[in-house]
Nanobody
Framework: QVQPVESGGGLVQAGDSLRLSCAAS????????VGWFRQAPGAEREFGAA????????YYADSVKDRFTISKDNAKNTVYLQMNSLKPEDTAVYYC?????????????????WGQGTQVTVSS
């Protein structure tokens, strides 16, 4: 079993960059596909990005594609989400999640272990 722990959130201005980290305790993240999801106030949790267990494949939601980059450092047991050109609509709690399923999923129900989330606020 793995326990993801997010960090790196904060308050930034539109156009700024931020890097989120997802560290893990328990089993190593190399055993899991890892995804980043986000949830804005009053909205449902939505998919942002995901990366395969071997970090060979990555997937992005259209809303973040070309602005966000997911990466995985298995030696550090950490997954990162580099967020560039941030917009006010990116404001949300960002969650890291791990999945042991064979296929990299973009739906939250396919993820088994979740972190507590980190707040990202982008001011205009």
């Amino acid at each position: 079993q793995v326990q993801p722990v997010e960090s790196g959130g904060g308050l930034v201005q539109a156009g700024d960059s931020l890097r989120l980290s997802c560290a893990a305790s328990g089993r190593t993240l190399s055993s899991y596909n890892v995804g980043w999801f986000r949830q804005a106030p009053g909205a449902e949790r939505e998919f942002g990005a995901a990366i395969s267990r071997a970090a060979v494949r990555s997937y992005y939601a259209d809303s973040v594609k070309d602005r966000f980059t997911i990466s995985k450092d298995n030696a550090k047991n950490t997954v990162y989400l580099q967020m560039n050109s941030l917009k006010p609509e990116d404001t949300a709690v960002y969650y890291c999640a791990a999945s042991y399923r064979a296929i990299v999923a973009t739906t939250s129900s396919e993820y088994d272990y979740w972190g507590q989330g980190t707040q990202v606020t982008v001011s205009s």
